[in-house]
């Protein structure tokens, strides 16, 4: 109980002090830059908790969702027969450390003009710019595959289908699912910066408009928002995660062990 | 049933071959338990690879009921030296057992299977364990079930128990004595170690050093009931030791100079 309680104050001393900080610097403030705390949060359940946020809010999260499953299904259908495969692996390797190496945010010009401003523009810059991470860590996850497991899959005539859904996947998952947690902090600035460069609706969008519209502290709430979707897609991913590679966890343990 | 004929590899081409295996020829009958040992290096696993046509002969052949093996054959199961390297650490113990299984008998069929083959090396009440929460010997107790349970007419052991403790070995070594007789396969273990193959074995095929060839084939006359104890006693065992250490240690003449009982049991 107070082993529980002692986690708890380690981990919320710190979020809990800097809203308190805010709320007390900011108590009396005229600043039209820095509105009061209470003032935001006001704003916030009067914006947030209204059809702004089917308007702005889920847009833009279906738009990450789309461009991260894309993402997360061509990494790993390229990533895999490119992980068997080394010499077809040596074949493209330039072209991808070329592409994983620009900075996303360059193609957004000839994106805008292919593709328009709508939703398939920013589905494609989320998918462009979050499918190196996961290509490569499937990739390096697959070549990586202890040869034990390999021998012991031909030895024993295990099928194909079998070989790569209960060996070869399972092993590089590891790898597989830490590419992806990349992906996902790569995803939200692209979600938001196309919403920011082109875009009708939208958080990214939203938080523009406001700043134009001399509207700070409905800007203020839309910052706000973001760091709360960012900071629980990535709580969820991680419970996520965790519960996936239970066993690699346990049996990491007993390889430095022994 | 197993037949090794003039079995050759080499490792390279031209000058640089480093030749593993040379003309190797000996044979496994049904039912028997044959023991390989040979000093360390001398390509027992290489021969292993080549019995289970995990990798191919340069010349020679190995022939299983008649067909010559050119790729692993069905009928033949393998519990290889590292069992964290053959384990698959995200599967459970049953799920370990019966990823070769699937695909391969009814579904139906399977859950009982496993379970049996797990009961008879006693890891009944493990089923649901990971291989890593278990202990060395239990592990490739596992590694043996899932052999067992894939219903081999052959089981090839790869230096099985060189990695846990001598007691573990012990109850391992008597385990591997009773599935043999119990389920009737017939089995190829390599070892290094010259007690433990005079004592598990009907047959000690010994080897000589690279480029390996058979240097002599010893049968093994101490019945079919052993104990730990008291097999290991007797004079029969001793000479039976002593000879087959004999064969493996005037390969190696600086070590019979210096002292004769240099090499003990590991070579």
């Known amino acids: 109980m107070r082993k529980q309680a002692s986690r708890w104050l380690l981990l919320g001393w710190m979020p809990v002090s800097c809203v308190l900080a805010w709320l007390f610097a900011s108590a009396n403030s005229h600043s039209i830059y820095f509105p009061p705390l209470t003032e935001i949060f006001r704003k916030f359940c009067d914006i947030w908790l209204s059809e702004a946020f089917v308007q702005d809010a889920v847009p833009s999260l279906v738009r990450f969702a789309a461009g991260m499953a894309i993402a997360v299904i061509l990494g790993l259908t390229i990533g895999v027969p490119l992980g068997l495969n080394d010499t077809a692996y040596r074949a493209v390797r330039p072209i991808i450390d070329f592409l994983r190496s620009l900075p996303k945010p360059a193609i957004l010009p000839i994106a805008i003009v292919v593709l328009g401003i709508g939703w398939e523009m920013k589905v494609f810059i989320i998918a462009f710019g979050t499918i190196w991470p996961i290509l490569l860590n499937t990739i390096d996850g697959v070549r990586g595959v202890d040869t034990g497991y390999l021998d012991t899959a031909q030895a024993y005539r295990i099928s194909r289908v079998d070989r790569l859904r209960r060996i070869i996947l399972p092993a590089a998952s590891p790898q597989i699912y830490a590419g992806i947690r990349l992906a996902i902090g790569i995803g939200l600035i692209l979600m938001i910066v196309s919403e920011m460069v082109a875009s009708t609706n939208g958080i990214g969008y939203f938080i523009l408009l406001a700043q134009q519209d001399f509207s700070l502290t409905d800007m203020w709430t839309g910052i706000i928002l973001l760091g709360i979707i960012g900071y629980l897609i990535n709580v969820i991913y991680m419970v996520f995660e965790r519960r996936a590679l239970i066993w690699h966890r346990g049996w990491r343990q007993t390889q430095t062990g022994a | ?267």
């Open chain 2, 1 to 267: 049933m197993l037949e090794v004929q003039s079995l050759t590899k080499n490792y390279g081409r031209g000058p640089d071959a480093i030749q593993a295996l040379n003309g190797l020829t000996f044979s496994v009958n049904h039912g028997e338990f044959v023991s390989i040992v040979g000093p360390s290096g001398c390509g027992k696993t290489t021969l292993l690879k080549c019995l289970s046509g995990l990798i191919s002969p340069s010349s020679g052949k190995v022939i299983m009921n008649g067909d010559v093996i050119q790729g692993p054959p069905a009928g033949m199961a393998l519990v290889f030296q590292e069992y964290t390297r053959s384990l698959m650490p995200w599967l459970r113990v049953d799920d370990n057992v019966a990823l070769p299984l699937r695909g391969k008998m009814p579904k139906e069929q399977v859950g009982p299977a496993v379970e049996k083959s797990l009961r008879a090396v006693g890891l009944g009440s493990f089923m649901r364990s990971y291989p890593w929460e278990l202990s060395g010997g239990m592990q490739q107790r596992v590694a043996l079930a899932r052999a067992l349970a894939y219903g081999p007419e052959i089981l090839l052991m790869d230096e099985p128990f060189a990695s846990v403790d001598a007691q573990t070995r012990a109850e391992l070594e008597d385990l591997t004595r009773e599935v043999h007789r119990e389920y009737g396969v017939t089995i190829v273990f390599v070892t290094h170690d010259i007690d433990e193959a005079v004592y598990v074995s009907d047959r000690v095929v010994v080897l000589t050093n690279r480029p390996t060839s058979v240097r002599e084939i010893v049968g093994i006359d101490l019945g079919s009931e052993r104990d730990q104890v008291d097999t290991r006693e007797t004079g029969d065992f001793a000479h039976l030791r002593a000879h087959v250490a004999r064969l493996l240690m005037s390969l190696d003449p600086a070590k019979t100079h210096t002292s004769p009982e240099a090499s003990r049991s590991e070579v």
